[in-house]
């Protein structure tokens, strides 16, 4: 059986399902998982985490509260559109998501989660591609010069599919520059994340981990392991291809995201232990 270096330090949270939780309280909750690695949304959803203009006072104190947890801030998860097609506002656009940038260089965070745009759109114009290349690129560039990398999730619209995702990658040079795979998103896209990975594995630097499960005929997202999605051919598929990256749970319902974080972190644990010692 395949083995990886797999252990506890890789096991992370993703902060989304946490948007509606004080910080403090969320660091801590998951310290006492026995997890370190930690996601910090920047998002105007979340108005408890990061400000969404990356406010200096509130990067401080959120360092500090990650030191009292005993966490490590590892990603901040932002929220961008660089498909905007007039240039000023594709330009201010980046500049706001350079903010992101310096807050994680603060915060000693390895990681920019970034999205790409118009993920709710199904039909992607032509233009996108270049503007997606123009603006990853650019990011990209100011995320190398402080140590940061940028990892885009696959969110839907222009990262719908794998091909999509290889096509968007293949007009990026920036090495700073890579993706969050995520299978769940893929499949409630209705793509094969299996067969999606295998278009983008050169460029997995970062994995999300939840899962999907129908509902009155719907995808709807539930905890990893409780839904329908075959594991194990997925993380040999990666684990062959030499990731050695984070494997972030994330429980998006706020409702009960105490119970349902702790049921993809005991899942996940179980499934990789396969592979490796966690």
């Known amino acids: 059986m395949l083995k990886s270096n797999i252990n506890s330090l890789n096991i992370g949270c993703a902060a989304w399902g946490w948007r509606e ?90 990681f920019v989660r970034l999205l790409s745009g118009d993920h709710r759109n199904d039909y992607i114009l032509p233009d996108v591609f270049p503007l997606l290349h123009y603006a990853f690129n650019k990011i990209g560039d100011y995320a190398e010069e402080q140590g940061i990398q940028i990892t885009i999730e696959n969110h839907g619209g222009p990262t719908a599919t794998g091909q999509r995702v290889a096509r968007m990658m293949e007009g990026i040079k920036s090495p700073a520059v890579g993706i969050n795979y995520d299978p769940a998103n893929f499949l409630n896209q209705g793509t094969d994340p299996l067969m999606a990975l295998r278009y983008i594995l050169p460029w997995v630097n970062y994995s999300h981990w939840k899962d999907v499960q129908w509902v009155n005929g719907s995808p709807q997202f539930c905890a990893f392991g409780e839904g329908e999605i075959v594991w194990e051919p997925i993380i040999k598929e990666l684990l062959n291809a030499g990731y050695q990256g984070y494997w972030v749970v994330e429980y998006e319902e706020t409702s009960d995201v105490e119970q349902g974080t702790k049921e993809s972190l005991n899942n996940l644990s179980q499934v990789l232990q396969k592979f490796a010692v966690v």
Request: proline share 3%.
């Open 21 to 110: 939780v004080e910080i403090p309280e969320y660091f801590h909750w998951i310290a006492n998982q026995g997890i370190r690695s930690v996601e910090v949304n920047a998002h105007p959803q979340a108005p408890k985490h990061l400000l969404h203009d990356g406010d200096d006072q509130a990067v401080s104190k959120i360092a500090d509260w990650a030191k009292e947890a005993g966490v490590d801030i590892i990603c901040i998860a932002g929220r961008n559109n660089f498909t905007l097609s007039d240039a000023n506002e594709l330009e201010t656009e980046i500049k706001r998501v350079e903010r992101f940038v310096d807050s994680a260089e603060k915060l000693g965070a390895k």
